[in-house]
Nanobody, 120 residues
Framework: QVQFVESGGGLVQLGGTLRLSCAAS????????MSWYRQAQGKERELVAA????????NYADSVKGRFTISRDNAKNTVYLRMNSLKPEDTAVYYC?????????????WGQGTQVTVSS
């Protein structure tokens, strides 16, 4: 059974920093590209950042480029998202997922997510 357990969210002020973690199990982690997504209340889930299986390639949504950094530790089956210069519009539930190697779509498994709230 594939599982993703996200942690590290919380309440932070405008301009603050958070580091999210996602522990994966039930899959060969090092073989999958990984992504972070977020879903704000009343909005659709959106892709925030992605990282290749070996960690050598990353890409980001325009809205977070230059502020967020995705990284991974394949020895710990964990992917991270460091978020700097946080804005109120970053408020959302954040999820991680693996990318299907053929379709690049997220797998049909979602964790509970971690809530990030940025106050102004």
């Amino acid at each position: 059974q594939v599982q993703f357990v996200e942690s590290g969210g919380g309440l932070v002020q405008l301009g603050g920093t958070l580091r999210l973690s996602c522990a994966a199990s039930g899959l060969t982690f090092s073989m999958y590209a990984m992504s972070w997504y977020r879903q704000a209340q009343g909005k659709e889930r959106e892709l925030v950042a992605a990282i290749a299986s070996a960690g050598g390639f990353t890409n980001y949504a325009d809205s977070v480029k230059g502020r967020f950094t995705i990284s991974r530790d394949n020895a710990k089956n964990t992917v991270y998202l460091r978020m700097n210069s946080l804005k109120p519009e970053d408020t959302a539930v954040y999820y991680c997922n693996a990318r299907h190697p053929a379709t690049l779509k997220p797998l049909d498994y979602w964790g509970q997510g971690t809530q990030v709230t940025v106050s102004s």
